[in-house]
């Protein structure tokens, strides 16, 4: 990482997987394209899960420990000065770029090897922990979706080899 002064812990970056609404994985597929897409995520010790469609790219690449990279953001805010602070920073490049022409964030980087859930069971279990993360006013009809959907969906785990999270978060105005 080349800004250390940005450098999470390992904690750190496992908070902000938890915290995203939603991740992108990448991949090479086997004609040595790049395929992309955003998913919505869910972790569970050093795995993170993903659901998909049982046809498609997703359901081709996401299986037998194909490396895979998951990124994510927590946290992504413009900063926006008032007047007066503005004003006495206009003229200074350095302090503009700073705080003002920059954004705040915390993100984290996931190297993985995915795998297909194929035990009925585990399955049952990590879709009810990405309803509850993403439906949790909804849950008490669970299991009438889980019975449907279960037929018509692959669970995938992320396996987590390495992780690495940074995070620019400006310090605050003192207010007099």
């Known amino acids: ?21 939603y991740g992108v994985i990448s991949c090479v597929d086997d004609e040595g394209e790049i395929f992309s897409v955003p998913i919505s995520p869910v972790r569970v010790g050093e795995s993170i899960f993903v659901h998909g469609a049982s046809a498609g790219s997703k359901a081709k690449l996401l299986q037998n420990g194909r490396k895979v990279e998951f990124v994510c953001v927590s946290f992504n805010k413009v900063p926006h000065l008032n007047d007066s602070e503005l004003k006495m920073i206009k003229d200074d490049g350095k302090a503009l770029g700073g705080k003002v022409f920059t954004t705040e964030y915390k993100s984290a980087i996931a190297k993985t090897r995915a795998y297909e859930v194929k035990d009925e069971a585990k399955r049952y279990e ?7 993360k993403y439906t949790a006013y909804a849950m008490s009809t669970f299991d009438v979706a889980a019975e449907y959907g279960l037929k018509n969906m692959k669970i995938y785990e992320l396996k987590i080899e390495s992780l690495s999270a940074k ?9 007099e």
């Not at 990590?126 to 509850?132: E, R």
């Not at 995070?167 to 207010?175: D, G, H, Q």
Request: glycine share 0%; net charge positive; with cysteine.
């Open 126 to 132: 990590i879709l009810k922990i990405l309803s509850q």
């Open 167 to 175: 995070a620019k978060i400006l310090p605050k105005a003192v207010k």
């Open 1 to 21: 990482m080349r800004r250390k002064d940005r450098e999470l812990s390992r904690e750190e970056a496992l908070e902000i997987i938890d915290n995203c609404e």
